[in-house]
């Protein structure tokens, strides 16, 4: 399938849309995702028009990895999880539902069980309000 540079990742790269950003730079941008595992669940996404881990060029990935060890350490600071999953989906069958790459940083709280991503909204006071306690610690 071509990258659709329609999709909402695409969107907020350009600025078309909003999000609440923690970090940027010249290859990738951190944002808060909108329906959040659990408090803090950030996303990584790299500043190239890749679909999946097949398309992502491997210096896009070395610095999505880069921006990611970034932010796990700026949450584990901000939050204080008692875990940190760091995964990536490709493709529909594997549960991608955005088709821009992007890695998913998700603190887990004492053994409290995530909810599903994707699934339910946060009210956007709350998610600004994390961003701005996770970039403190950058
Ligand atoms: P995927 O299933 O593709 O790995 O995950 C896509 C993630 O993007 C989901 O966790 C979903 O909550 C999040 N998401 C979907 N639309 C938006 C949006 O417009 N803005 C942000 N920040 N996150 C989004």
Redesign the pocket.
Known sequence: MPYDSEN??AK?LRGE?P??KVYENESTVA???????SDG?V?VVPRSPAENIFDLDEEYLKEVTKTTKLLSHAIKKALDPSGLIVK??NGSDA?????HY?M?IIPVYNGAPNKN???EMEKPERLESIAQIIAAKL
């Open positions: 909402v990742f907020i849309m999000c609440h944002f808060m995702d909108i329906m959040p595992m669940h996303l990536q989906f549960g991608q539902t955005v088709f992007h998913h991503h994707g699934y």
